[in-house]
């Protein structure tokens, strides 16, 4: 079992930036790619970002490209995401995600590919 504990959610103005921080225990971190998810009231869950076991490969979706960076630390087991130029359109629950595999690569935008889940942190960026 992998136990995952999000925190840096707030509320902060539109351009505004917030980093998030997702701690792991109970496994090696490093067996694991590491993702960011996030669900905005009345829609699906939407993968955000991804990195891989060694954090030499990342994965974003469009909207946040050149906005959110994802980054990890093996040595303290934890995970990021820094939010730079938030907008209203990022308001969501935050969820930080961790699938066990072999491949140093792998950043998946599958959510179905990840077995272990956060309890989620709130974002919400007022205009």
């Known amino acids: 079992q992998v136990q995952l504990v999000e925190s840096g959610g707030g509320l902060v103005q539109a351009g505004g930036s917030l980093r998030l921080s997702c701690a792991a225990s109970g496994r090696t971190f490093s067996n694991y790619a590491m993702g960011w998810f996030r669900q905005a009231s009345g829609k699906e869950r939407e993968f955000v970002a991804g990195i891989g076991r060694s954090g030499g490969t990342t994965n974003y979706v469009d909207s946040v490209k050149g906005r959110f960076t994802i980054s990890r630390d093996n040595a303290k087991n934890t995970v990021f995401l820094q939010m730079n130029s938030l907008k209203p359109e990022d308001t969501a629950v935050y969820y930080c995600?961790?699938?066990?595999?072999?491949?140093?690569?792998?950043?998946?935008?599958?959510?179905?590919?990840?077995?272990?889940w956060g309890q989620g942190t709130h974002v919400i960026v007022s205009s």
């Open positions: 995600a961790a699938r066990f595999t072999f491949s140093l690569l792998s950043a998946s935008s599958s959510e179905n590919m990840y077995a272990y």
